[in-house]
């Protein structure tokens, strides 16, 4: 996951004429903003972000390997997880995020987080993020969150379309969003800027039918 600056696109009209006689308009489910969605699974418990997290987050996001093809800056102390967590809500406030904790259904223990972010009404679609602590790779724990994400996306929130942008360097990330459906869109050559260099971004996306039919 990493910042993506998109470009306008002009949609043309739609008219209820002859040859269109019926235009239902796709439209957000706006509920969902009134109360903080909580998610469960078999194994996680997907919860809103608080402040105790920060620790934890920044434990996260200090971390060499989870931040290796994150391309944004490291949270070098807990004070600086304390601001980020402080500003999440404002994304959620304007409707257009939910930064969800992933979590130990059993135990409660901070497992890595998720969101789903830039939530485009004109275009029911909007962006998943993830990371995950390093000691729970390879159990399965982020593609059971994604899936409850994406069908929280889907099925509740009543998306069209879901989006991710990695680094072109990050296999697993690709290896897991191939796993959950998502087929390759985009390459973009040098378009994100960070840390004095020009990085190139793979675009992956998900179709509301393609996830149900599958």
């Known amino acids: 996951m990493k910042g993506f600056p998109t470009g306008l696109r002009k949609i043309s009209g739609v008219n209820n004429t002859e040859a269109n006689p019926i235009f239902t308009p796709v439209m957000i489910n706006e509920q969902y903003f009134e109360e903080f969605p ?3 699974t078999e194994r996680l418990l997907l919860r809103k972000q608080e402040l105790k997290d920060a620790p934890h987050l920044q434990q996260s996001r200090s971390n060499a390997q989870v931040m290796r093809y994150m391309d944004s800056d490291a949270h070098d102390d807990v004070q600086t997880s304390e601001a ?3 500003k999440n809500p404002k994304a959620y406030e304007r409707k257009k995020g939910f930064f969800w904790v992933i979590t130990s259904a059993e135990t409660g223990n901070y497992l ?7 939530i485009d ?3 029911v679609r909007a962006e998943i ?4 602590m390093p000691d729970f790779w390879g159990r399965g724990y982020m593609k059971e969150a994604m899936r409850a994400v994406i069908e ?5 929130l009543q ?10 360097n990050n296999t697993t990330s690709r290896e897991l969003l191939l796993k959950m459906g998502f087929v390759k869109e985009a390459y973009f050559r040098e ?10 971004s793979e675009i992956y996306s998900l179709l509301k039918r393609d996830f149900i039919q599958g």
């Open 38 to 40: 909580q998610l469960q």
């Open 159 to 168: 998306l069209h379309s879901i989006e991710a942008n990695i680094n072109p």
């Open 112 to 118: 890595g987080d998720i969101i789903l972010r830039n």
């Open 121 to 123: 009404r004109t275009n």
């Open 191 to 200: 378009n994100y800027y960070y840390n004095g260099k020009f990085l190139d």
């Open 152 to 156: 929280f996306g889907f099925k509740d």
């Open 129 to 132: 993020g993830y990371t995950l």
């Open 84 to 86: 980020f967590i402080l």
